[in-house]
């Protein structure tokens, strides 16, 4: 028990140091790179002969050209500056700026802060700086970049327009996403086969058809071949062929309450972050496999039913229901340390507590990634 005592104690003395070291690193490239920045301004041609202060930071450090214009360009955003006629040009993260020259933030930290606040409109951006500073002091740099995105997507739901211009490579490549109003965009290049059997099909499935009142079917030729690639994903999906996905068919999550289920009235949550309507979702079921919860007033899983008596699916719907995917903080690995203990908090949501050369107080941290976070209001 003694040897385990003075293990711990040894562990944290050393964490320390390396702690108390890495601020001082990181301190000081951020002074450097204020320093670059004044460079800068005041003339790297005139002072040193060199036509740009990153080709200057290339010689003194002797580092690559490319790492050197990253730590340039980090500068910039961090650090005030002028233009050529005198005037002011503001730091794009001045509070950013300032943790940084305290030593707080590694630089994947920083480039995902500042790349978040690029994309972000000018009269959101000390707000959301705020938010991101405030939450990189307990996530990594990958939370962090999260919840930048779902900053820019509450404020942006739209999204970026697509690209029009097309890939020399691959043949064959495909890309579906989701856009913040819930529909789905669909786009991709094929090879010539791929593309016969793809268009024999989907004609096939589009073709015309009359109502159930024996009325012509009016649907445009784009109606027609969506409704076509709707059904062409049922056929897949009920194949006996279909790969299986972490021991199960492959299947969409929908849940929706009993009551709504039965009036057809309200709305459904579908898969991670989708809705649709409780009428859709009833319709949906009658060809579906229906597991019954009982949730508590905070969403936690008090009772989950079962198709069939095995533990692993069970569980692993209990799992998904409650926690949206690995809970340990900003891994979707388990830890692969020693020291760290996992708990059941009040709220019915595991918590994970650091061993204490990480953390002194063994303050519990949860994984953010899979659940909402703070935004810009």
Known sequence: ????????????????????????MR?????????????????????????????????????????????????????????LDGSAIPALAPATGFAALAGRLS????????????????????????????????????????????????LDPGGPAPEDSEPAVPARELSLRRRGSGMWELHGRFDDETGMRASALLDALAQRRPTDDGGPDLRTPQERYGDAFSDAVDLAVNSPDLPMQAGERAHVM????????????????????????AAEARIHACDSMIIPAVLGEK????????????????????????????????CHRPPRRSGWEVRIAADGFPEFLPPRFLDKQRKPRRNNLHRPLPFAA
């Open 1 to 24: 028990m003694a040897g385990n005592a003075m293990q711990e104690a040894e562990a944290v003395a050393l964490a320390d140091r390396a702690g108390e070291l890495l601020a001082t």
């Open 27 to 83: 301190a000081a490239e951020a002074s450097l790179g204020a320093l670059l920045v004044e460079i800068e301004q005041r003339g790297v041609r005139e002072l040193f002969g060199y036509r740009s202060v990153a080709r200057l930071l290339e010689q003194l450090a002797d580092v690559p050209k490319a790492a050197a214009e990253r730590m340039v360009k980090r500068a910039r955003a961090l650090n005030p500056g002028r233009n």
């Open 107 to 154: 630089n994947p930290m920083i480039d995902v802060i500042v790349a978040a606040l690029t994309d972000i409109p000018p009269e959101h951006r000390d707000g959301a700086e705020a938010r991101l500073l405030s939450f990189a002091g307990e996530a990594g740099h990958r939370q962090v970049a999260a919840l930048g995105a779902r900053i820019l997507a509450h």
């Open 254 to 277: 929908v849940a929706v309450s009993l009551q709504d289920l039965k009036t057809g009235v309200g709305q459904a949550t579908l898969g991670d972050t989708g809705r649709m309507s």
């Open 299 to 330: 969403s936690e899983p008090l009772d989950l039913g079962r198709l069939r008596r095995l533990i692993s699916a069970g569980l692993r719907r209990a799992l998904y229901l409650r926690d949206r995917g690995c809970a340990f903080p900003g």
